[in-house]
């Protein structure tokens, strides 16, 4: 039971690069969103899904795009990172948009842009 | 736009000490939960809070809510040193769920 699964763990990119996060769940979750945690800041919602073929924006969208094309995987993109991207990164996954049991969270993905 | 607040943003308490966590928002809501996070790791959900009055508990942990005054309290009772870590409330609005800033607990022996 492997839950959510992030990959990589860390990544360090240069500014202008372009690179996809990696999230995966196997508990036949319908609703995934990512999230960006700096410091200070809570957590903050950047895209979010309620199926495989529907995606919207969340709170901070600008500088990435999302697709959901199968119930499992989540991937989110850095269209041309930018220092004001470096943060931790986390994929949360659940039966449906907040639900009962609330989110189970992968264990992040922490990103570097210089 | 919705704002979570936590109070206090950072807690140090001794051992064996009661403590009151406080989470406020400013939109209607009858879903909160509750996070706990340790240093370098994922968010584990401690609470889930879905309606007015509900109240849950485990161990040296209990969580409330009430959804009339936007508040919800984490209080701690006797605490331990594994008790330390960051602790985060999430509003459930319906189109999104909107995380507060956090409250670092440091345990003192």
């Known amino acids: 039971n492997a839950g959510v699964t992030q990959t990589p763990k860390f990544q360090v990119l240069k500014t202008g690069q372009s690179m996809t996060l990696q999230c995966a769940q196997d508990?036949?979750?319908?609703?995934m969103s990512w999230y960006r945690q700096d410091p200070g800041m809570g957590l903050r919602l950047i895209h979010y899904?309620?199926?495989?073929?529907?995606?919207d924006q969340g709170e901070v969208p600008n500088g990435y795009n999302v697709s959901r094309s199968t119930t499992e995987d989540f991937p989110l993109r850095l269209l041309s990172a930018a220092p004001s991207q470096t943060s931790v990164y986390f994929c949360?996954?659940?039966?449906?948009?907040?639900?009962?049991?609330?989110?189970?969270f992968g264990s992040g993905t922490r990103l570097t842009v210089v | 736009e919705l704002k979570v607040e936590q109070n206090p943003l950072f807690l140090s308490m001794q051992e064996g000490k009661n403590y009151t966590i406080y989470c406020n928002y400013s939109?209607?809501?009858?879903?909160l939960y509750w996070y706990r996070q340790d240093p370098g790791k994922s968010l584990e959900s401690l609470f889930v809070?879905?309606?007015?009055?509900a109240v849950k508990q485990e161990g040296r942990l209990m969580a409330s809510l009430d959804t009339k005054a936007r508040l919800s309290t984490l209080h701690i009772t006797a605490a331990v040193h594994d008790l330390s870590a960051t602790y985060f409330c999430?509003?459930?609005?319906?189109?999104?769920?909107?995380f507060g800033t956090g409250t670092s607990l440091t345990v003192i022996p």
């Open positions: 949360a996954s659940s039966y449906h948009r907040g639900g009962d049991y609330g989110y189970t």
């Open positions: 508990m036949n979750h319908e609703y």
């Open positions: 899904s309620v199926g495989a073929g529907i995606t």
């Open positions: 939109t209607t809501s009858d879903r």
């Open positions: 809070l879905l309606s007015n009055g």
């Open positions: 999430a509003v459930d609005t319906g189109n999104q769920f909107y």
